[in-house]
């Protein structure tokens, strides 16, 4: 559904608190998600990195639902194709690129985890695994860890795909945090593809969301190619849990337009028309149509994607420069210092 706004008069994000400045640097991140991804899967084409993971269509979701998050003080467990949720919280394209290309310097895990293991303790990022719903039962760990430490204001941030909802650690976590009204909202991005298996196929339920009720907490459905959809409900469900209420869902619907990850033949499971469709509601588009409407000028709209442009080019050359991981600093943080290697040998 495209933008319907006048010239002149998008004023919905005043109603939810957002000045104008706050919906370009929106915006911003949301393009900056996009180039890079898009960028990624170019290099893997070109066989200069190995592996990729598209997060083109998640844009609005992603980073509507991570503009609730306050910087160093809630804590968030992305999942793996968050990279929208960790540019918002600091994460640079630099360091993104330096992940892709498995660096020394990658600051999530100097190049010996897959791309997008997000970790940053100065900003409360819990590192994470790539299995699919282990994310859940850390975060509501962590939230039961703030209640008992009477840190009242802050709360937890865990997201996932629909897929990820169909597993035993979601529903674990779910009733652990509802019994025990924890602070904690769960943000599901609903793409309807868990990897290749259809949403019909892999969960009953009409909306994610509705899983929410046994649990008796919230369920919240959002347009998640609509940044400032996603923003609201997510920040409904956010206030919910900074008020002591306990945990929520939210469904963030959107659509993933790359295939799963650059070794994916997406062909065997949908059609380039249902993608087509779904283009057409391309969420950065949107975005950058609703500001146009506020009358933002096209020049300047113009100038963020160039200097991005710019950025991303920079930061691949770096990486590209920078070092390889050292075989001998394998075991580095995995065993202590003097812990017996299976050989025998001491770290």
């Known amino acids: 559904m495209a933008v319907t706004t006048r010239k002149g008069s998008a004023t919905r994000h005043e109603p939810l608190g957002l000045s104008l400045d706050d919906v370009k640097g929106m915006y911003r991140y949301m ?4 180039l890079v991804s898009e960028r990624i899967l170019q290099l893997n084409r070109m066989g200069r990195t190995p592996f990729g993971a598209g997060t083109d269509g998640h844009e609005a979701a992603q980073v509507g639902a991570a503009w609730c998050i306050r910087r160093g003080k809630d804590w968030t467990v ?19 690129f330096r992940s892709v290309l498995a660096k020394a310097t990658d600051t999530n895990s100097a190049g010996r985890a897959m791309l997008n293991m997000f970790s940053s303790p100065e900003n409360r990022v819990l590192s994470r695994s790539v299995l699919v ?26 997201f996932g795909g629909d897929g990820s909802t169909s597993p035993g650690d979601f529903h674990e976590a779910a009733n652990f945090a509802a019994v025990h009204r924890l602070p904690v909202v769960f943000v599901i991005e609903n793409n309807l593809l868990a990897i290749s298996t259809r949403y019909e196929k892999q969960t009953a339920v009409k909306d994610i969301a509705d ?14 190619m609509d940044v400032l959809d996603s923003y609201e409900k997510t920040k409904l469900a956010a206030d919910h849990a900074r008020a002591g209420a306990g945990p929520s869902l939210v469904e963030l619907k959107c659509y993933r ?12 499971y949908r059609t380039k028309q ?29 100038e963020i994607r160039v200097a991005l442009a710019d950025e991303i080019e920079r930061a691949i050359a770096q990486a590209e420069s ?26």
């Open 133 to 158: 719903g282990t994310e859940f039962p850390h975060a509501v760990g962590l939230a039961l860890a703030l209640k008992l430490r009477k840190e009242t204001d802050n709360i937890v941030f865990v």
């Open 78 to 96: 992305p999942y793996y194709r968050d990279m929208g949720v960790a540019f918002v919280l600091g994460f640079s394209v630099l360091g993104e």
């Open 257 to 268: 337009y790359q295939p799963h990850t650059s070794d994916d033949d997406d062909s065997r």
């Open 274 to 302: 249902e993608v087509d469709e779904w283009r057409a509601r391309d969420p950065v588009k949107r975005a950058r149509e609703y500001l146009l409407s506020a009358d933002v000028a096209e020049q300047e709209l113009e």
């Open 211 to 224: 899983k929410a009720a046994a649990y008796a907490m919230p369920g919240h459905v959002a347009d998640g």
């Open 31 to 34: 393009l900056m998600t996009r």
């Open 322 to 347: 920078e070092p390889d991981p050292r075989p001998e600093d394998a075991a580095t943080h995995v065993y202590s210092a003097d812990h017996p290697l299976p050989d025998g040998t001491r770290a």
